[in-house]
């Protein structure tokens, strides 16, 4: 499935060892840790910021002692009653070696983050990719259960893609597939951070929709959202269109429709090439209730292919939350087992 220890010949716990297990989620703002016990139940859960400008490093050792913590919080002992780490990083990973090979939101090259995490922690690591770890998450104890094939959309910092067929995580070749952000959707379109243009990431990010906000308020100067951030455009995040939209505000509105059609171009597109019988949008941008989602469904509809036959796939809002990603980082090692 796309992820091994870090370290070879790891001998993995036997149903005498300890069963409790460690999921980090590590996001280009954020890094979240949990203790998962062997209900697949998450009992306590920690996070810091991620500072991603600053050295990799800087950024593992943070990682180390979060997990240290978080255990501690838990009122467990990291040495006795923790199994193993799991890992939910950015980028193209390698989880057979534990290097982030390439990171485009944190701007990471070929780190090492799992032989480094292993140095200092003693525990078998196991990484994938956030996405595709959200997405097992989901498959393992969320909407997704019982699904044949399935897609997760996470919507954060970027547009993350993890895929699940036939109880396999699909990672593409030398694990570099299911980049569901970095699919063109408009040709010589905005900047992406992976040197593209055009990317869906560069329009249904949170990155995205700040860009896209800033740019409707600089052509609407009367707009609500100046007051939201107090005339200061630099204090713009990807909630405040969402804000002014409730308000009744027409800019606000205008962003929020534009981010909803290349959401849904995306998503058709998706649905066009898999078929899944389900797809899931999660990430924080997803938290904004039901009638996102019901919008996106409603342009599917008009836009998919299957429109003539008979389309399938459900559309429905990922149910666990920012819990999916730690909880599928957690289990990642039960795929060894």
């Known amino acids: 499935m796309g992820c091994s220890a870090s370290a070879e ?3 993995l716990p036997s149903s005498q060892s300890p069963k409790y297990y460690i999921g980090v989620d590590f996001g280009g703002t954020n890094i979240s840790a949990g203790v998962v016990n062997h209900r697949h139940e998450i009992i306590k859960t920690h996070s810091v910021k991620t500072l991603s400008q600053r ?3 800087l950024i593992i050792a943070d990682m180390a002692e979060l997990i240290r913590t978080v255990t501690k919080m838990a009122n467990l002992d990291f040495e006795k009653d923790v199994a193993w780490v799991g890992i939910g990083a950015p980028g193209t990973i390698n989880g057979v ?3 982030v090979e390439y990171s485009n939101n944190i ?3 070929d780190v090492p983050l799992g032989p480094e995490l292993k140095k200092d922690l003693n525990k078998p690591i196991f990484m994938d990719n956030d996405a595709n770890a959200a997405a097992y998450g989901e498959y393992l104890e969320g909407s997704a259960k019982g699904s044949k094939i399935f897609v997760m959309m996470t919507l954060g910092t970027g547009v993350g893609g993890g895929i699940i067929i036939n109880n396999k995580i699909f990672t593409g070749f030398n694990s570099a597939g299911a ?13 992406c951070t992976c040197g593209r243009k055009g990317c869906l990431e560069a329009y249904a990010s949170a990155t995205g929709i700040i860009s896209l906000t800033k740019e409707i308020m600089n052509e609407n100067k009367d707009s609500l959202m100046w007051d939201l951030v107090e005339n200061d455009i630099e204090k713009v995040t990807g909630q405040t269109c969402f804000d002014a939209r409730e308000k009744g505000d027409e800019a ?3 962003v929020t429709e534009q981010f909803i059609r290349y959401l849904a171009c995306g998503v058709t597109d998706i649905i066009n090439v898999f078929q899944p019988d389900l797809l899931s949008i999660g990430g924080g941008i997803s938290a904004q209730g039901d009638w996102l989602i019901n919008e996106v469904k409603a342009l599917v509809a008009e836009q998919v292919f299957t429109k003539f036959s008979k389309n399938n796939t459900k559309i429905i809002k990922a149910s666990l939350g920012n819990d999916a990603g730690i909880l599928g980082a957690a289990l ?3 795929t060894s087992e």
């Open 9 to 11: 010949n790891v001998k």
């Open 55 to 57: 050295q990799p490093k």
């Open 97 to 99: 070696d534990g290097v």
């Open 107 to 109: 701007n990471w090259f």
């Open 179 to 191: 980049e569901l952000g970095h699919k063109v959707i408009i040709l010589d379109g905005r900047q």
């Open 252 to 254: 606000g509105k205008k």
């Open 332 to 334: 990642l090692g039960k």
